[in-house]
């Protein structure tokens, strides 16, 4: 299998500066790909473990940010992507901005009606001609024609953490039929009422599902959001699998993130069976990517179809300077293919994860992936 199909593709790193300030800077992903799965399955076998003497420097800064300096909560900005090539930032005080990744530019953008933050998710669902006439009683004049092109993309944005003086939890940037860009307020998710005792997870498992609902599970049950009827509902007494956000890939009609429970593990699961009230099955795909060092944090970001990077954040002691300590982020290229003996429909489609290349960072003053 060829690895050229992924091409350039970049990762976008959020970075922390000084007095308020956020910049922007751009990894290309591609780097961590060999040019095919033999390339990569035979280094594989050879490949030594990134050592603390291989640490790069990150990526030339680009785009420069800045939070509203009036408000003390600077934890609680956003920055979610919206689309392939921008970025959505906020501050504590809901104003925001786009930030266009390709022409390094910011333009100003609605306020949203409430803040977000600090235990948000987001999401850019891509939404087509079905994804019209929201709420027309609620909002007449939301969506009530259809857009002005053919494919478009809206910004989901929940805050995990009801109340606090915050009317509007969730809310959604959409294109209303006049061309302009506005957020309206959605209902929020039934388990912040009829859950005395919920409390938002540390990682929520979430997933956009047929390019129409958000799962999303807590401690006990996943709930579904419909995005054309604005519904929310349950979807049954289980817990996704994931840490964080599962991704899906088209080729394998499957959903692949990594596994809650282990930091070393990978798993798949086909959300699309899931709306028969019993927990889908999981299929676990074992990915050792351990280093020798304290891990601190993860996420998986796909690049590609069947094309993953995962980043795992480390915290390291320097030798070299006093034994210093230092935050360290390490990027590994991860394809994930259906194995050769289990391709005839009528067996269960088996997974296996091909580790490329990694490459290792400091990773001090960054705040996010995207």
């Known amino acids: 299998m060829s690895c050229q199909k992924l091409s350039r593709r970049y990762l976008n790193l959020v970075l922390r500066g000084g007095h308020g300030f956020y910049s922007m800077c751009r990894k290309d992903v591609s780097e961590l790909f060999y040019a095919s799965t033999a390339q990569a399955e035979t280094a594989s076998s050879e490949e030594v473990k990134v050592k603390k003497t291989s640490i790069e420097r990150l990526p030339r800064r680009r785009g420069k940010y800045e939070v509203e300096a009036s408000m003390s909560h600077s934890w609680m900005n956003v920055f979610a992507p919206l689309g392939r090539n921008n970025i959505l930032c906020a501050d504590s005080a809901g104003n925001a901005t786009m930030y266009n990744t390709v022409l390094n530019t910011f333009m100003s953008m609605p306020t949203l009606n409430s803040p977000k933050g600090p235990r948000y998710i987001a999401l850019s669902v891509p939404h087509t001609d079905v994804n019209v006439d929201i709420n027309p009683e609620e909002d007449p004049n939301f969506f009530t024609d259809k857009f002005h092109c053919e494919h478009t993309n809206n910004l989901y944005i929940l805050d995990m953490v009801p109340g606090n003086g915050k009317p509007c939890c969730f809310e959604v940037l959409a294109r209303y039929p ?18 005395p005792h919920y409390e938002p997870l540390d990682n929520v498992p979430f997933a956009v599902v047929d390019n129409t609902w958000i799962f999303m599970s807590t401690s006990d ?32 009609g499957l959903w692949l993130g990594l596994l809650a429970s282990s930091p070393y593990t990978l798993c798949a699961v086909d959300l699309l069976d899931a709306g ?55 990027f590994t290229g991860v394809e994930v293919v259906q194995c050769a003996d289990h391709q005839r429909k009528w067996r269960p489609r088996r997974l296996r994860a091909i ?16």
């Open 178 to 195: 006049h061309g302009d860009l506005r957020w309206h307020a959605l209902p929020s998710p039934p388990f912040f009422h009829n859950n």
């Open 221 to 252: 049950k996943t709930f579904s959001f419909d995005t054309v009827t604005c519904l929310w509902s349950q979807v049954g007494d289980w817990v996704m699998p994931f840490h964080d956000k599962a991704e899906y890939v088209p080729e394998l």
């Open 276 to 330: 028969t009230g019993s927990p889908p099955t999981v299929q676990h795909i074992q990915l050792d990517l351990d280093l020798d060092w304290s891990l601190v944090d993860q996420t998986l970001l796909k690049v590609g179809p069947g094309m993953f990077c995962v980043a795992k954040f480390y915290n390291i002691v320097c030798e070299q300077d006093d034994y210093c300590d230092l935050r360290v982020v390490v």
């Open 355 to 370: 580790k490329h290349k990694s490459q290792c960072h400091l990773a001090e003053s960054i705040v996010q992936l995207l």
